[in-house]
C-alpha cells in the first residue's frame, strides 16, 4: 500500500512539474499546414489576424495554389496575440510575407517593414484613396475589409414594449425608449441595454468603440482628422450615453467589470435585453439555427445627442490593413502582391471574401455580401444617411484605451467619479502622444 | 572508476555544458545587449545608450509594481511557509488518513496558474458581490489579498510536501532522547524540530520568495493589474512594456526592465539562501 502511494505521489509530482513546463512555454500558433518550400516562383505566407475567418482564408488558400501553383500558407494568430506572433514570425528565416496594421498607431510599430504598396496592381483596384494607410508618400497598408457597428435591437421585443425602430432616430428616442422599458422591466421581462460588460472580451465596445463618437464630433467640429491634444468637446454626451447604457441593463453597473463579450451576446440571443451595441462581424453570431433570423434583427445608429442626429449613419470604417513584408524575397514580395490582387479581383477570391467571411472589401470588384447589418449601412447611405467614420486609429495608445476602460468601469461601479473618466481621456490622450512621439 | 571518470568527464559534461550555453548564456548577454537598445525584432536593433534606463528606473508605474511586488512577496512567503509548515506538522502525527489529506492538499498545485487565476476572479468575485463590495479589478487592496489567498491556496501543498519529507528524516531517537530528557511538545517543535528542518525551510523560502518575485500568470489572470497598474506585479509590468506599448522604444524600455528584474531576483535569492544556510545544523 505504502509504495503504490509513494509511486502515485511520485507521479502526481511528475504531472506538477510537466503541467508547470507547460504553462510557461509559449505555444506558437500553428493552423497553417506547415512551413512550404519556396520555388522558384515565390510564395506566399499570410499572417491573419480574425480567428473567426480561419478555416475561409485556408480554403481560398488552397484553391489559389491549386488554379496557379504557388503555395500559400495562412497561419492565424490566436486571439489578442497577434502582435507577439508576429514580433516573433517577423524575425525567422521564413517571415510572414503578408501581414497586417490596425491603423496609423499600429504603423508606427512596424512602418520599417512595410512595402510600398504604391506601384502595386491591388492598390489601383481600391474605391477610394480614403482606404489605404500612408506612410509620408508611401502606401504602406492597404484596408481589405470595411465593417460597421451601432446598436443591434432585437425588434420582436421592442414590438412587445410598443416601440418602433422606425421611431428612434435621436438620442431623446433612445434615451424615451430605454427608461419606459426599465419602468416596466418586471412587466415586460427583459432589460433595455444587454450587459456593457469591461471584462477584455467585452471593454473595446465602449472605450474603443463607443469613444469614437465624440471623438468623430470633435474632429468635424474642428475641422481635423487626428490631433495630439484632444479637447474633449462632447464628453458630456458621452457620460450621457454611458449612463443610459448602464443604468438600463441587464445587470447592476457594479457587477460590470465581470461580464464579458459572451454574456453580453447570451443575454441579447436568450431575449432578456432589446438592444446591444456590437458591429456588423457579430452578424453570423446571431442569426442562425436556434437564434435570430434577419427579420428580428435591426441596426440602428448611436445617438449621443450630437449633430444633425435624422441623417446619421452607422458607423463605418476599417482598422484592418493589409502590409506587405519587404524584408522578404523579391519573388516572394511578387507572389504576395498576386495573391493579393487575386483575391480582390477574381470571382473565386471575391466571391470567398463576401461568402465565406462576410466581409464587404473596398475593392472595384467586391461581390455583394449576404450580411444584414452590411446591408443596412448600404440602405442608409443610399437615404443620405451620413456614416460616422472610424477615428479610433488615430487613438494615441492601447494603454490610452485601457485607461480609459479603467476609469470608466470604476465611474459605473462607484468607486470612480466621472471627472477620472475626463482625465483618462483628455490628460491620457496628450501624455500618451508626447509618449508616443517623445 | 576513477579514471574512466577523469577520461570521459568531456562526454557526461559537455551536452548540459552546451544546452547551458545555447539555452541561457547567450540568450541572456543577447538580452543584455538589446536592453541597451532600441528594436522592434532583434535583427533590426539601434543603439540607444542608457536611456531605457533611466526611463525604467524613474517610471512611476515601475516603481509601483516593485513596492507592491515586494509586500506580495513578503506577505505571501510568510503566510505560505507558516501554514504548510503547520500542515505538515499535523499530517505527521499518524492520524487517521494522513495519506489522505497530504494528496489532497498538494492536489491544487498540480493546476496551472492561468487557469486558477481565473476559478478564482470567478469565485471571489462572486464573494464580493454577494457582499455588496466592489470587485477585484476595481479596488486594489481586495485584488492583493485575493492573489495572497490564490498563492497560499495553488503552493502550501507543495511546500507541505517538502516539510514532510524533512521532518520525516529526523532521526527518531533525536525525539526520543528529548522526551526522557524531560521535553515538552513546544520544546521539541523549537529546540530539535526546526533545527533540523532548517535544509527544508531553505528551499521553501527559496521557492516562494522567487516563486512570489516571478509571480505572473496568477497576475494576469485574476486581475490583469487593475485599477490602474495599481495591482501589477514587475513582470506582468515588464511583459505590459513590451507587448502593449507600440514604438521600438517601449521594446528596449521593457528590456531595461527585464535586465533590472533579473539581477534583482538572483540578488534577493543569494541572499536568503546565504541567510538561511548559516542556520543549518549538521545531522
Not at chain 1, 151 to 175: C, Y
Request: glycine share 8%.
Amino acid at each position: 500500500m505504502k509504495k503504490v502511494f509513494a509511486l502515485l505521489l511520485t507521479l502526481t509530482l511528475c504531472v506538477g512539474l510537466l503541467s508547470a513546463c507547460g504553462s510557461k512555454t509559449e505555444t506558437p500558433a500553428s493552423s497553417g499546414e506547415g512551413e512550404t518550400s519556396s520555388a522558384a516562383t515565390g510564395s506566399v505566407y499570410y499572417l491573419n489576424f480574425k480567428p473567426e475567418q480561419d478555416e475561409a482564408w485556408q480554403n481560398l488558400a488552397k484553391t489559389y495554389t491549386e488554379e496557379t501553383g504557388v503555395p500559400v500558407t495562412v497561419v492565424t494568430a490566436a486571439s489578442g496575440t497577434y502582435e507577439q506572433t508576429l514580433m516573433s514570425e517577423i524575425a525567422k528565416s521564413t517571415p510572414p510575407t503578408l501581414f497586417q496594421v490596425n491603423g496609423p498607431v499600429g504603423l508606427a510599430n512596424w512602418k520599417d517593414y512595410c512595402y510600398d504598396l504604391s506601384d502595386s496592381d491591388v492598390y489601383g483596384q481600391l474605391t477610394s484613396d480614403g482606404f489605404a494607410l500612408k506612410d509620408g508618400d508611401a502606401v504602406a497598408g492597404i484596408a481589405y475589409v470595411v465593417e460597421s457597428y451601432g446598436i443591434i435591437a432585437n425588434k420582436t421585443l421592442l414590438a412587445q414594449a410598443g416601440w418602433d425602430v422606425a421611431d428612434i432616430d435621436s438620442f431623446e428616442d433612445l434615451k424615451a425608449c430605454a427608461e419606459d422599458i426599465t419602468a416596466r422591466k418586471a412587466e415586460l421581462g427583459f432589460a433595455a441595454f444587454s450587459s456593457a460588460g469591461m471584462d477584455g472580451s467585452s471593454d473595446w465596445r465602449f472605450k474603443t468603440h463607443l469613444a469614437n463618437l465624440p471623438i468623430y464630433f470633435e474632429y468635424q467640429a474642428d475641422g481635423i482628422g487626428t490631433t495630439d491634444a484632444i479637447k474633449g468637446t462632447y464628453l458630456d454626451n458621452y457620460k450621457a450615453i454611458w449612463d443610459l447604457y448602464i443604468n438600463n441593463s441587464t445587470c447592476d453597473p457594479a457587477a460590470l467589470s465581470g461580464k464579458t463579450g459572451d454574456d453580453s451576446r447570451n443575454e441579447f440571443l436568450a431575449g432578456e435585453a432589446a438592444f446591444f451595441q456590437n458591429g456588423s462581424w457579430e452578424y453570423g453570431n446571431l442569426v442562425g439555427e436556434g437564434k435570430f433570423t434577419d427579420d428580428d434583427l435591426v441596426m440602428i445608429p448611436i445617438y449621443i445627442g450630437v449633430g444633425d442626429e435624422a441623417n446619421q449613419g452607422l458607423c463605418t470604417g476599417t482598422e484592418n490593413y493589409w502590409c506587405v513584408n519587404n524584408s522578404a524575397k523579391e519573388e516572394d514580395i511578387q507572389a504576395t502582391l498576386d495573391f493579393m490582387n487575386w483575391c480582390v479581383t477574381s470571382e473565386t477570391g471575391t466571391k470567398a471574401m463576401a461568402n465565406d467571411m462576410g466581409f464587404v472589401i473596398p475593392f472595384k470588384a467586391a461581390q455583394e455580401s449576404p450580411n444584414l447589418f452590411v446591408k443596412q449601412d448600404a440602405a442608409y447611405t443610399a437615404e443620405g444617411k451620413v456614416p460616422v467614420s472610424w477615428n479610433f486609429p488615430t487613438m494615441p495608445s492601447e494603454n490610452w484605451k485601457n485607461e480609459l476602460g479603467t476609469a470608466l468601469t470604476a465611474y459605473a461601479a462607484g468607486t470612480g467619479t466621472w471627472d477620472g473618466v475626463v482625465s483618462a481621456f483628455v490628460d491620457g490622450w496628450a501624455s500618451e502622444y508626447a509618449a508616443l512621439n517623445g | 572508476m576513477e579514471k574512466a571518470i577523469k577520461k570521459y568527464w568531456p562526454v557526461f559534461v559537455l551536452p548540459t555544458f552546451a544546452a547551458f550555453i545555447i539555452g541561457f548564456v547567450w540568450p541572456f548577454l543577447q538580452g543584455l545587449y538589446l536592453s541597451f537598445c532600441k528594436f522592434i525584432t532583434i535583427d533590426k536593433a539601434s543603439f540607444n545608450g542608457l536611456k531605457n534606463y533611466i526611463f525604467a528606473l524613474t517610471e512611476a508605474d515601475f516603481l509601483h509594481a516593485f513596492w507592491f511586488t515586494a509586500l506580495f512577496t513578503v506577505v505571501s512567503t510568510l503566510c505560505i511557509n507558516a501554514a504548510a509548515l503547520a500542515i505538515a506538522l499535523a499530517l505527521t502525527r499518524e492520524i487517521k488518513g494522513t495519506n489522505l489529506f497530504r494528496s489532497v492538499f498538494f492536489m491544487p498545485n498540480l493546476i496551472g496558474g492561468i487557469v486558477l487565476g481565473y476559478i478564482w476572479n470567478i469565485l471571489l468575485n462572486c464573494v464580493l458581490t454577494l457582499l455588496g463590495k466592489p470587485l477585484l479589478s476595481l479596488h486594489a487592496p481586495y485584488g492583493f489579498i485575493g492573489l495572497v489567498i490564490l498563492m497560499c491556496w495553488q503552493q502550501i501543498g507543495y511546500m507541505m510536501i517538502i516539510y514532510i519529507a524533512g521532518l520525516q528524516s529526523i532521526p527518531g531517537d533525536y525525539l526520543e532522547a528529548a522526551r526522557i530528557d524531560g521535553a515538552n511538545e513546544r520544546q521539541i517543535l523549537w529546540k530539535v524540530k526546526l533545527p533540523n528542518l532548517m535544509p527544508s525551510i531553505t528551499i521553501c523560502l527559496f521557492l516562494s520568495l522567487t516563486n512570489g518575485f516571478k509571480l505572473f500568470d496568477q497576475n494576469l489572470a485574476l486581475t490583469g493589474g487593475d485599477p490602474a497598474h495599481k495591482t501589477e506585479m514587475l513582470a506582468l509590468n515588464i511583459y505590459q512594456t513590451f507587448y502593449g506599448r507600440s514604438g521600438p522604444q517601449w521594446k528596449g524600455y521593457g528590456q531595461a526592465k527585464a535586465v533590472i528584474f533579473c539581477v534583482l531576483v538572483i540578488v534577493i535569492s543569494l541572499c536568503q539562501l546565504r541567510a538561511t544556510r548559516s542556520k543549518e545544523v549538521q545531522q
